[in-house]
């Protein structure tokens, strides 16, 4: 089994800045992409930032320039870091990692339950 569990959430002020964590524990392999996304209230679910096992990002055109993702191999653990927060950005925080599982050695993707991030005005 696989465990994704995020934290880092919060109530914030407009313009301030948090930083969410998420770790993967559990019987994988190895960790392919991994990423953050985020759904409001009577939203879809949306893509905020991934990163590949080789580093490489991408950013929904909303974020770009204000969050960063980050990821730390050694620890399966990957970050967003959210400066000049809006209260559009309010939402549900989700991580997600894509892992070769370790017996079968094919790839699935895992969710954690979510972290509250609130941005008041």
């Known amino acids: 089994q696989v465990q994704v569990v995020e934290s880092g959430g919060g109530l914030v002020q407009a313009g301030g800045s948090l930083r969410l964590s998420c770790e993967s524990s559990?019987?994988?392999?190895?960790?392919?992409?991994m990423g953050w996304f985020r759904q409001a209230p009577g939203r879809q679910r949306e893509l905020v930032a991934t990163?590949?096992?080789?580093?490489?990002?991408n950013y929904a055109d909303s974020v770009k320039g204000r969050f960063t993702i980050s990821r730390d191999n050694a620890k399966n653990t990957v970050y967003l870091q959210m400066n000049s927060l809006k209260p559009e950005n309010t939402a549900v925080y989700y991580c997600n990692a894509d892992v070769r599982l370790h017996l079968s050695h094919t790839d699935s993707i895992f969710w954690g339950q979510g972290t509250q991030v609130t941005v008041s005005s």
């Open positions: 559990g019987m994988f392999f190895s960790i392919n992409s």
């Open positions: 990163v590949s096992n080789a580093g490489s990002t």
